[in-house]
């Protein structure tokens, strides 16, 4: 489902270079679940947005689903995702000036899907949020909002969910109850799983774990 071969990611900036990611190989087969987990810093982000072709590495392979990045466009890009990837990330990342339904409904929306508009429906109640569909981002809690993200990520029914820290800023109960939704929500699809956390007993509950470290990935006996 996931081949990184080789992956070399360095951030320039006007003062320096970051070599953030340093010869990493991963390779996930489709159904999988896999957490990543690793300090502050150590890349987990730009390796998901690698993964994800958000972001171009400086060198090595990614394909996803079996279609190689290489030499394919940001638009090209895009179409894979939009077809066969969900993201979700720590922060949310709704679009402020459309209500749940019309977040949820986007990837449908711009995908030219019709009947979107139910699936948006179905999924924001699958998600708990059955009478929040008109509510705008900063009408809704912390947690309401990143329901509202899963419902999205998860609305086309990608093979492979992508989650960066999902629960990172939510209390502890509305993140438990979150983490729940996503598994079950993912367990009635074979999706593939991409979870970055720094919860360890959220980590047990995916079939392996790898920590991130000095730019590369190892296994983590936990
Ligand atoms: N756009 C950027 N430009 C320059 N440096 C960056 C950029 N994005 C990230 N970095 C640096 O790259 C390193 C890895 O960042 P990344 O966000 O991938 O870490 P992370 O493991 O996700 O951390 P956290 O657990 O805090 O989210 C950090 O040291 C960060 O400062
Ligand atoms: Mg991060």
Redesign the pocket.
């Known amino acids: 489902m996931i081949n990184l071969d080789q992956i070399a990611l360095s ?3 006007a003062h320096a270079s ?1 070599d ?1 990611l340093q010869g990493l190989n991963l390779s996930v087969t489709a159904g999988e679940h896999v957490a990543i987990i ?10 998901l947005l690698v993964l994800t072709g958000l972001e171009e590495p400086d060198s090595g392979a990614v394909s996803i689903d079996g279609v190689s990045l290489e030499g394919l466009d940001a638009d090209a890009r895009a179409d894979i995702r939009r077809e066969r990837v969900g993201i979700v990330f ?1 922060s949310f990342h709704l679009i402020p000036s459309l209500t749940a339904e019309e977040n949820v409904a986007l990837p449908l929306d711009i995908a030219g899907m019709r009947g979107g508009r139910q699936r948006a429906v179905e999924m924001l109640n699958r998600v708990g949020l059955a009478n929040r569909h008109s509510h705008y981002p900063s009408q809704l809690s912390g947690g309401e909002q990143q329901r509202v993200a899963i419902a999205r990520a998860l609305v086309h029914q990608p093979r492979l969910l992508v989650a ?2 999902p629960t990172g800023n939510l209390d502890e109960h509305t993140g438990e109850t979150i983490m729940q939704l996503l598994f079950d929500l993912e367990s009635e699809s074979d999706t593939t799983l991409v979870l ?1 956390t ?1 919860d360890t007993e959220l980590a047990q509950r995916c079939d392996r774990t790898l920590r ?1 470290q000095d730019g590369a990935l190892h296994e983590a006996n936990s």
């Open positions: 951030y320039k900036t970051v953030v690793g300090p502050s810093g150590s890349g987990k982000t730009s390796l720590q960066d820290e970055v720094h991130l």
